[in-house]
T-cell receptor, first 112, second 113 residues
Framework: DAGVIQSPRHEVTEMGQEVTLRCKPI?????LFWYRQTMMRGLELLIYFNNNVPIDDSGMPEDRFSAKMPNASFSTLKIQPSEPRDSAVYFC??????????FGEGSRLTVL | GENVEQHPSTLSVQEGDSAVIKCTYS??????FPWYKQELGKGPQLIIDIRSNVGEKKDQRIAVTLNKTAKHFSLHITETQPEDSAVYFC????????????FGAGTRLFVKA
């Protein structure tokens, strides 16, 4: 059974470039979450969707960040323009009913 | 909003000893408290959870306790093994329509053989 699939696993880019991270949730799950993990701030909730609708985006750091969920099987997190302080591991997680979050393996972003 | 504090940040124990990780939360409306284990290069994975109407829950070598009055909850691992070495996160969730899970800062557990 496929888990949450994230791509790319690693991304190295230069400051100012656009970054797009992708997530495919577990089939049948109706909630999707984007988290950012850094040593300094731990696991921060950026945004979550329920039935493809953004419910709470209060964790999105600033206007450079945007997230979309055009259908139940795909979500993107975009950073434009990227900055060095955006370097982190970005996790996508999905859930259905039970409150348990199923995490992907993360996308490690390095902005030079 | 909810704030979850977790202690200690690092814990080193001898194989076979017990490990205890403690968390506090701020929002009395939180009613679900999961614990996740994260191994190197992986995403966090749920290991045990407790709801606000329960004071204690046990699953083999792992137990969680919850004190709603004090807003404290703890993870207890007995008879630790080297494979228990990982980062452990406590979290608090509020079930309101969708749900929102806020994590503690994590505890890096080392189990020495």
């Amino acid at each position: 059974d496929a888990g949450v699939i994230q791509s790319p696993r690693h991304e190295v880019t230069e400051m100012g470039q656009e970054v797009t991270l992708r997530c495919k949730p577990i089939s049948g799950h109706n909630s999707l979450f984007w988290y950012r993990q850094t040593m300094m701030r731990g696991l921060e909730l950026l945004i979550y969707f329920n039935n493809n609708v953004p419910i709470d985006d209060s964790g999105m750091p600033e206007d450079r960040f945007s997230a979309k969920m055009p259908n139940a099987s795909f979500s993107t997190l975009k950073i434009q323009p990227s900055e060095p302080r955006d370097s982190a591991v970005y996790f996508c997680a999905s859930s259905f009913g039970t409150l348990e979050l199923f995490f992907g393996e993360g996308s490690r972003l390095t902005v030079l | 909003g909810e704030n979850v504090e977790q202690h200690p940040s690092t814990l080193s124990v001898q194989e076979g000893d017990s490990a205890v990780i403690k968390c506090t939360y701020s929002d009395s409306a939180s009613n679900y408290f999961p614990w996740y284990k994260q191994e190197l290069g992986k995403g966090p994975q749920l290991i045990i959870d407790i709801r606000s109407n329960v004071g204690e829950k046990k699953d083999q070598r792992i137990a969680v306790t919850l004190n709603k009055t004090a807003k404290h909850f703890s993870l207890h691992i007995t008879e630790t093994q080297p494979e228990d070495s990982a980062v452990y996160f406590c979290a608090a969730s509020m079930v309101t329509g969708g749900f929102k899970t806020i994590f503690g800062a994590g505890t890096r557990l080392f189990v020495k053989a």
